[in-house]
Structures are given as structure tokens and as C-alpha cells.
């Protein structure tokens, strides 16, 4: 099994697993909220789609005559895996601490900063991708769910934890 196959079963099951977990939270008394289960469903459907679509590109490999396929992550991408997860982990601290306004805006370009590495890293094109997400978020969330963005308790805001 190539690591095409791999990481295409593993993003179906996280997609099923996040389904299923999505089936258990209690649904929403607000009447117009869209409710708990509309991202998760949202991000569950993205990630087996994007299995799916792995899967069915995949092609086979060599096997040992071909590096990449003889090991699954380099130390390299290993390395940049994990801190993309920390940046995870930190956007959602930094969301309770600071909000949606503060967090959005450096994470974004934090995020950005990681997947472009050093080589391909514009400072111009970073602010462009941050400002871009920013307001795409704000604008879904404000204008077209009607929701609330978390203020961070630092800053006043209620914690929603």
C-alpha cells in the first residue's frame, strides 16, 4: 500500500469519526443558529471528499526502487506536521485569550508562514492570504450566519469555555 492509500484511508476515517462524534452533540434551541453540527458535518464531508479524491488519483509506486514510497514522512515533514498541528492548538488558545480578531489575523500568517517555508515565503503574498482569510471568515460568519466571534477573555469578552 503506497502512501497515497494510507493517507486517503486515514482521511476517511477521521472524516467518519468526526461524523459520528457530530451525531452525538446535542442539537441548538436558538432558532436561527445553524446549530453544533453544521461545521463539523462541513469539515467531515471535506476530509472524505478529499480521501476520495486522493484515493481515486493515487498512483502505485515502485516500491523500493522509488524513495518516496519506501518512506511514508521524511524527518523534514515530520517536523513541518508538527507544528502545523501546534499552530492549531495555539489558534484555539489564542481564540479563548485574545478572539477571533487577534488570533485570526497572526495565526493566519503564521500559517502561511509554515506552509511556504523559508524558500518560497513572500511577506507581500502572507499579508494577502491573512487579510483574504480574515475577511472571508468575518464576512461568513457576520454577515451571512448572523453568529458571534469569540472576544477572548483578556480583552473583556465572556469565556466561552
Known sequence: MTRDYT?????????????????????????????????????????????????????????RDDPIAASFMTRAEVRRSALLMGVFVFYGIALWLVGFHIATLVMTFVFYAAIAGRER????????????VYGGLYLLFITFLQSYLPEGVLLGGAPWI
Open 121 to 132: 515565503f513572500s511577506l507581500w503574498r502572507g499579508l494577502v492570504f491573512t487579510l483574504a
Open 7 to 63: 493517507l486517503a484511508a486515514f482521511l476517511i476515517g477521521i472524516g467518519l469519526v468526526a461524523a459520528l462524534l457530530t451525531m452525538q452533540v446535542p442539537s441548538s434551541t436558538f432558532t436561527d443558529d445553524p446549530g453544533p453540527h453544521l461545521f463539523p458535518y462541513f469539515a467531515s464531508a471535506i476530509l472524505v471528499l478529499c480521501g476520495v479524491g486522493i484515493a481515486a488519483t493515487a498512483r502505485s509506486r515502485a516500491g
